[in-house]
Nanobody
Framework: VQLQASGGGLVQTGSSLGLSCAAS????????VGWFRRAPGKEREFVAG????????HYVDSVRGRFTISKANTDNTVYLRMSSLKPEDTAVYYC??????????????????WGQGTQVTVSS
């Protein structure tokens, strides 16, 4: 499966932004999907994930309540809706996929397919 992340940009603190992860080659209905991010000088970290059937979601504590991940199998896309953005959310955001699993995986090694990343910058 090929993944294409988009939707990043430069926004102010407190703003909202939506990221998209469009898949091609295979239907996302058979894949768990996760969003990760890498801030300058930091390791890539898990942000949010969703199971192949949309039944389970999981978020890192720092974004829970502000970010929402959703999966639209009809258009083969996973979305990350980000609100109340903070400067510490500034990072390159990546989407990743793996074949269907029973839970949300939070570690990078669990995912086989990665998109190219999209930059999110939150100004203070």
């Amino acid at each position: 499966v090929q993944l294409q992340a988009s939707g990043g940009g430069l926004v102010q603190t407190g703003s909202s932004l939506g990221l998209s992860c469009a898949a091609s080659g295979h239907t996302l209905s058979n894949y768990n999907v996760g969003w990760f991010r890498r801030a300058p000088g930091k390791e890539r970290e898990f942000v949010a994930g969703i199971t192949w059937n949309g039944a389970m979601t999981h978020y890192v504590d720092s974004v829970r309540g502000r970010f929402t991940i959703s999966k639209a199998n009809t258009d083969n896309t996973v979305y990350l809706r980000m609100s109340s953005l903070k400067p510490e959310d500034t990072a390159v955001y990546y989407c990743a996929a793996r074949t269907r699993g029973t839970s949300v995986y939070t570690y990078r090694e669990a995912y086989n397919y990665w998109g190219q990343g999209t930059q999110v910058t939150v100004s203070s």
